[in-house]
């Protein structure tokens, strides 16, 4: 058994992801409205404080912020080709939103605040509705304050399952996050601080998978489990192997950010805090053997969670991972493509936040300005002071045109770089060999140079920024315009 239940909807199901019970409910008694044709499932998102026990007693249960009763929840499951419309609720006594992170979809449903949107106040509801056109592993979480409701576990899962393609025996989430807690009484210590935010970022002091530490994981004997692998802590880079295959192999990844790429060994792919990779790997024989997923990043490799077989061995079948069915991204024409450079670097001066801003930029507050600035985008940090209004984007775009972006890291940090409403295609590095793929996030190294490329067909102002948490909220964020 999962280790959540999955939240498999069908036809017209109108869900409320409150509790796993109605979620459970949900799955077994999914109410399908005939009157509608449409492909339509509805989704509401209590986003509240909850308390979940993340330490063993006698540590309290932690007061965290979630979507659902229990982080990482929900997990909601579309079919390539359904519509969402998920509604926020807000209760929390702060304004929020949510974004649908690596969802190439309208303008308007990405939930930036004060770009894309109002942001949603305290009390209030907003309804989001697009179509996903792409399968694959997505995720969604606020945008501002990002640092303490991420950090107390607001985020969700979001898949698409493609259409045909290869079968699994268990489909898994796989949801990696620290905690930043105090061993002994389970509080949340600090979210953030100087040093952290302008070096690698504040690490949390507790491991978990899907908010337990070290956690079981059944999956049925000798079968083909694909995990969907997330790095959703806001500062860690983790680097995780499947150990101890019966072919030895490990696990295969087959899709990168929810896009398929050819089957590759996982084996040496960092993930950094926004990635995701889908794996397959294939489970003992023998009920009651276990695997390790481990994260080899740091020095000392660390367990992260172990998957046991359970349950008559499913029947013997070669162990050969295929590809996922190919996704429809807009093709960039490198020929005609504009390069655009985008430098990220550290603030040329530490600036401290000017509430001036909070006259000028009404939907704005601190909570979605920085406290202080870090960092920069071609030297200009987030947000940038003494404008009239949001300031200016980076670049502004023809839409239908191709585009290079040449993405430089002038920095001795790492920084994962996300861009909102689009997956690019990472084409070169001059650091090290790129195995071409699409994304919306790529990690760069220190001082790297690596190239991305999109085809601008979506029109709208769209989000560029670093994803850990802190460099995102001291400056390292801006936004491209595409008209
Ligand atoms: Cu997960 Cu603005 O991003
Ligand atoms: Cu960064």
Not at 38 to 66: F, H, N, Y
Not at 232 to 259: C, F, M
Request: with cysteine.
């Amino acid at each position: 058994m999962p280790v959540f239940p999955a939240l498999r909807l069908s036809r017209r199901t109108l869900l409320r992801a409150g509790g796993t019970a109605l979620a459970a409910s949900a799955v077994a008694g999914g109410r399908s409205l005939a009157a509608s044709g449409a492909d339509l499932v509805e989704v509401e998102l209590l986003a509240k404080p909850r308390l979940q026990r993340i330490l063993p007693e006698p540590a309290a249960p932690s007061p965290l912020i979630t979507y659902a009763e229990r982080f990482p929840g929900p997990v909601i499951r579309l079919r390539k080709g359904q519509r969402l419309r998920a509604t926020l609720v807000n209760g929390l006594d702060e304004h929020t939103s949510i974004h649908w992170h690596g969802i190439r979809l309208p303008n308007a449903e990405d939930g930036v605040p004060f770009l894309t949107q109002a942001a949603t106040r305290p009390g209030e509801r907003h309804t989001y509705e697009f179509t996903p056109p792409d399968s694959g592993s997505f995720f969604f979480h606020p945008h501002c304050n990002t640092v303490e409701l991420l950090g107390r576990g607001l985020a969700g899962a979001l898949i698409v399952e493609e259409e045909g393609g290869p079968k699994f025996d268990a489909d898994l989430v796989c949801m990696v996050k620290d905690w930043i807690l105090d061993k002994a009484t389970g509080a949340f210590g600090d979210f953030t601080s100087d040093r952290g935010a302008s070096r690698a970022g504040t690490f949390g002091t507790v491991s978990t998978v899907n908010g337990r530490i070290d956690p079981v994981i059944d999956v049925p004997a000798n079968g083909d489990v694909r995990a969907r692998l997330y790095n959703v802590d806001s500062s860690r880079v983790i680097d995780l192997r499947v150990e101890g295959t019966e072919n030895g192999g490990g696990a295969w990844i087959i899709a990168v950010d929810g896009n398929p790429l050819p089957p590759r060994p996982l084996d040496g792919w960092p993930m950094a805090p926004a990635m995701r990779l889908d794996v397959v790997f294939r489970a003992p024989k023998e009920a009651g053997k276990t695997l390790r997923l481990t994260n080899v990043y740091s020095a000392e490799p660390k367990p992260l969670a172990t998957f046991r077989a359970t349950g008559p061995a499913l029947p013997n079948k070669r162990f050969a991972p295929r590809a996922l069915p190919p996704a429809a991204i807009p093709e960039p024409d490198l020929k005609t493509a504009q390069v655009v450079p985008m430098a990220f670097s550290a603030a040329a001066a530490p600036q401290s936040f000017d509430s001036a801003l909070l006259t000028t930029l009404p939907e704005a507050d601190s909570r979605c300005l920085a406290a202080k600035t870090f960092w920069a985008i071609n030297q200009q940090s987030w947000p940038e002071g003494g404008h009239e209004r949001l300031p200016p984007p980076i670049v502004t775009l023809d839409k239908g045109r191709s585009y290079i972006f040449e993405l430089a890291n002038l920095t001795p940090h790492l920084h994962p770089i996300h861009i909102h409403g689009y997956t690019f295609k990472v084409l070169s590095s001059d650091g090290r060999p790129v195995v071409p793929h699409h994304a919306d996030t790529v990690l760069l190294e220190p001082k790297e140079r690596l190239r991305v490329a999109i085809k601008a067909d979506n029109p709208g102002d769209w989000m560029v920024h670093c994803h850990i948490i802190e460099h995102q909220d001291t400056g390292m964020m801006g936004y491209i315009r595409v008209a």
